[in-house]
């Protein structure tokens, strides 16, 4: 058997890659969109994708099936509940998938999604304890799949909170102790609350040490799952859809159209996204006017999508030598919509359309808000993070909710934004910008540089 795990960190998706050495023919599980390292790692082993299996239709990212499939001719599958717009090959639960020696199981698993499925790999077809289970966003490292993301399409949480409860203890938990756990997403993901770090477990490790599978009582079960999830970015219900329609194919290769500072503006002010790639404070030193802030070296399309419309047109700022990555990280979410790049050396010569952003030190914010009467704080970390401890008066809005609850703030006051450590705050304070809020600061280092400067 070959056994590989894809691990994309920005999105903390896992994706995977079996096959099987003696017959050459492998399966590709869960891809991400940008699919030529599959394409590159069977070639290097002599294999042969011929099946791309999803777990259920994601939420976070835009999967890769349908390039893998014209790539390699590979067929797609989906668990016989799942309904693909375009040709799948759809399997029963608990039908097996031969590769040869290598064997796999199909056990569906809802909870997450109607659809959801589990992978049991079997190294020998006739082994008794299998390799692993390739559990999808049924169960995590250290949490389950959170069962309130089809709310917005008419499934309540209970109903899905129960199909998940009976997935976990009728189908996964009757596995072996030994069996490997492999999760499609680890720490950092929206699809849970208490994902681990580690992108690997057993069934027996999970049985004792995940909270969500220690309660018999439904109920209680459902009640602690729910509690505290994360905010949903508002890419989320569009990339589920788009998982399961007939769309256009990513070309990886591709970089967007370079524009000049003439037609970035022209854009901009006809309603174009203008998002800047850039560490915070190389942003702060200077921006095109009404640009947003999510830099590349973070969870960049992640927080993109949770500030910008999956409808909108966007102009990506970035150094010169990284637009290319810029427009596949954000095609990882299904934004396509990018009409081309502005290198930022460019900004250099047209300064009128260029401005800074102030950000504040830890010290300097303790003086503001002594000094400044009904100065408005703004705390954008989740509510979890918030609860955790914030500064006294601090409005919770969460970056990723920040569009649709701006009228919970008033533009017309000194305004002051703080996250964990300041790449959120940055995102947060040019969002504000933007919609007209004319003295916005971010803090330096975030809540963790305030809560230093207080312990010292």
């Keep these: ?82 309904k693909p717009e375009f040709p799948t090959r759809l399997f029963a639960d608990g039908e097996r998938v031969s590769l040869g020696d290598v064997s796999l199981e199909i056990r569906h698993t809802p909870g997450h999604t109607p659809e959801s499925i ?44 129960r199909m998940l409860f009976s997935s976990l203890r009728e189908k996964l938990l009757t596995l072996p102790n030994a069996t490997r756990v492999y999760p499609a997403h680890g720490a950092g993901s929206s699809c849970g609350k208490n994902l681990s770090t580690e992108t690997m477990s057993t069934i027996g490790e999970q049985r004792r040490t995940n909270y969500a599978l220690q309660f018999d009582d439904i109920d209680a079960f459902l009640e602690v799952v729910t509690e505290g999830q994360p905010p949903t970015p508002q890419y989320f219900a569009y990339d589920a859809k788009r998982n399961s329609e007939q769309r ?45 802030n999510v830099g590349l070296a973070g969870r960049y399309a992640e927080y993109t999508g949770g500030v910008v419309s999956p409808s909108a047109d966007i102009l990506i700022v970035t150094d010169a030598g990284a637009e290319l990555e810029a427009k596949v990280r954000l095609a990882r979410i299904g934004y396509d919509r990018v009409v081309g790049w502005l290198c930022v050396d460019d900004l250099a010569e047209t300064p009128d359309h260029v401005q800074q952003a102030s950000r504040l030190t830890a010290e300097v914010f303790d003086q503001h808000k002594n000094a400044i009467p009904r100065l408005q704080i703004v705390d954008v970390r989740n509510e979890g993070e918030y609860k955790l401890g914030s500064i006294p008066n601090a409005t919770n809005i969460p970056v990723v909710q920040l569009f649709k609850r701006l009228n919970e703030l008033n533009a017309n006051l000194p305004t002051v934004v703080y996250c964990a450590g300041g790449y959120r705050s940055s995102i947060a304070a040019s969002v504000l910008r933007k919609a007209g809020f004319a003295d916005v600061s971010d803090v330096l280092g975030g809540y963790d540089s305030i809560t230093a400067l207080t312990v010292s």
């Design 118 to 161: 589990s992978i049991v790999v079997y190294e020998h077809a006739h082994d008794t304890i299998p390799y692993g289970v390739l559990t999808g966003d049924t169960m995590f490292i250290g949490d389950v799949g959170r069962p309130d993301l089809l709310v917005s399409i008419g499934k309540s949480t209970d109903e899905m909170g």
């Design 248 to 292: 256009d194919i990513l070309d990886e290769r591709q970089a967007p159209r370079r524009l000049s500072v003439s037609e970035a503006t022209t854009l901009r002010d006809a309603g174009v996204m203008v998002v800047d790639t850039r560490d915070p404070q190389l942003f702060a030193a200077g921006h095109l006017v009404g640009s947003i």
């Design 1 to 82: 058997m070959i056994f590989e795990q894809f691990y994309l960190g920005c999105l903390s998706q896992a994706s995977y890659l079996v096959g099987d050495s003696t017959t050459g023919r492998a399966v590709v599980i869960d891809p991400r969109r940008d699919v030529q390292q599959y394409i590159d790692f069977a070639a290097a082993h002599g294999l042969k994708i011929e099946l791309v299996l999803e777990t259920h239709f994601h939420a976070d990212f835009l999967s890769g099936h349908l390039e893998l499939a014209q790539a390699t001719g590979a067929v797609i599958g989906y668990g016989s509940v799942a």
